[in-house]
Structures are given as C-alpha cells and as structure tokens.
C-alpha cells in the first residue's frame, strides 16, 4: 500500500485577530504551522464578505508560510491570477462553482499560473462524480460544514465520502474544512484526510503548539485507503 501524504494542520486565518494579523502569522509559526488556510468569501457563492488579494499580499508580505486560498466564489476563474500574484501557493475552487464543463479548463488555468490546484465539495457534493478530476489536482478538500461562516458543527455525513475518495486516490491530499477540533480530527484522519483546516478550535487553544504537534502525531488507520465507503 502507498503511503498517505503527512498530516498537516493549517490554521484558518478567518478566526485570527486581523487587528492583529502580522503578529497571528508570526504566532501560527512559532507555533509550528507550516501551512496556513486563506477563506476568500464573494458574498455570493456563500452569504458572507471577507476579503481580496489585497489581504492576501499582505499576509504575504508578513510571513513565508505556505498560503492555502480557498475561494468561495460565484466566478473563481476571474480572479485566480489576482490571487496568484497576491502571494497565493494553492489556489482551491468550488466544484458547484465551475461545473462539470469548464472544470478542467479552471484547473489548467491554476496550473497555468504556478499555483498548486485544489478542489473543493460542499457537504451534499457526490465525489464520485468529480473523481475524474481528482487526478488532475493537488488536493481535494471536503466541507465538513456548509461554507461561509466559521463555528460551525460538523457534519459527519461527509466521512463516507472521504473514505471513498482516500481508497480511490491513495497518495492525494485530502483536506478537510469545517468543525476540525480535537473531537473529530481522531475520525478524519481515520478516514483518510490528512491536511487539517481548523479555525476556532486552534486560535482558542492555549496550547496552539501542543495541538499542531497533537494533530500532526495522530496515526491514521492502517488500512485507511482501503475502508469500503459505508
């Protein structure tokens, strides 16, 4: 069996103090953070507003962790250059957003611009029906809630669907987003992810070092790409 890529947990940017963002940054890598989780919100795609690229170059200009920017976007492929140029390392679209047609051509178009290349599925999203573009990317990261508020409970309806896809691409980044705490981060990487999105759960804790090198410790099951779906 091929082995799962390593657990990684990103802190969530959304739940940092942006009052005090260049010190957050700072903090995430003391902390040992070596990638950080960027959620770009249109106000359209999903019922909230956060930033641009604008932000982003400014995160950029503060630190020299790896930038995971999710777009949460009506029309990503607009942007995917701005955001590149701001300072972004992966640039992660919506499978709802861009749709079975021009899907591939988001995703050239990613590549095209030196980013890494992401997908990501809402909770009710069938990954099947998307598996003939999980080769084509980098990373593939499931909503474990719906997108576009931070705080949320996870959904665990969503593990079959990470199983399914870890049995099916056995070395793929597998990033899970929404409700990542010290509960359910156990389950999902049981199942199969290995990159951790976590908001709240992290910028609460008072240990955020001993929780990265918690999360990052944790053993996924032996036989993880190999769980039957159900």
């Not at 170059?57 to 630190?63: H, I, K, V, W, Y």
Request: hydrophobic residues 45%; charged residues 20%.
């Amino acid at each position: 069996m091929r082995a799962m890529p390593p657990i990684r947990l990103l802190p969530s940017l959304l739940s940092a103090d942006f009052a005090r963002l260049a010190e957050e940054l700072a903090a995430c890598k003391q902390a040992g953070a070596k990638m950080l989780h960027v959620d770009v919100m249109d106000g359209h795609f999903v019922p909230n507003l956060t930033f641009g690229p604008f932000i982003v170059e400014a995160m950029r200009r503060s630190t020299d962790l790896f930038l995971d920017v999710h777009l949460m976007m009506t029309d990503p492929q607009k942007y995917i250059e701005a955001f590149r140029k701001a300072g972004s390392d992966a640039i992660t679209v919506h499978v709802e957003a861009v749709g079975q047609r021009q899907l591939e051509q988001v995703i050239n178009q990613i590549r095209a611009s030196g980013a890494q290349v992401g997908l990501a599925l809402n909770p009710d999203t069938d990954p099947e029906l998307w598996f003939w573009a999980f080769a084509k990317v980098d990373l593939v990261m499931f909503m474990t809630v719906y997108p576009g508020f931070g705080g949320q409970a996870f959904i665990p309806q969503v593990r079959p669907r990470i199983r399914a896809t870890r049995a099916a691409f056995p070395t793929l980044d597998i990033q899970v987003d929404g409700g990542v705490a010290r509960d359910t981060i156990p389950l999902v990487i049981a199942d199969g992810a290995n990159r951790l999105v976590c908001g709240s759960a992290y910028f609460n804790d008072k240990d955020k070092a001993g929780f990265i090198r918690w999360a990052e410790q944790q053993k996924p099951s032996p036989d993880a790409s190999h769980v039957h779906p159900r």
